[in-house]
């Protein structure tokens, strides 16, 4: 299992997410720790970083530019096996 953490940062506040990938495709898991409640969005959501690991970057630019916070992205070690998608005939 890959695992990443992602922080986001604004005014002082930080939060973690902890995103575990079995697949590339996308996190099996994230578990947020710290001041999160400070990152929902207008709707009272948190940033969703459920993206495949090879657009994450990408995707948590996004979600920390849309609530006016940086961010760090920590890779924690482990493997995910690529995504592949299956055709079948």
């Known amino acids: 299992m890959k695992t990443i953490r992602v922080t986001i940062r604004k005014d002082g506040k930080q939060a973690s997410c902890r995103l575990e990938y079995i697949l590339t495709r996308s996190p099996a898991k994230q578990t947020w720790s710290g001041d999160r409640g400070e990152f929902r969005c207008h709707v009272g959501l948190l940033p969703n970083f459920g993206f495949p690991m090879e657009w994450l970057e990408e995707g948590v630019r996004h979600q920390a530019e ?19 998608d299956e055709v079948l005939f």
């Open 66 to 84: 849309r609530r006016g916070a940086t961010f760090e992205i920590e890779d924690l070690g482990g493997e995910a096996t690529e995504w592949r």
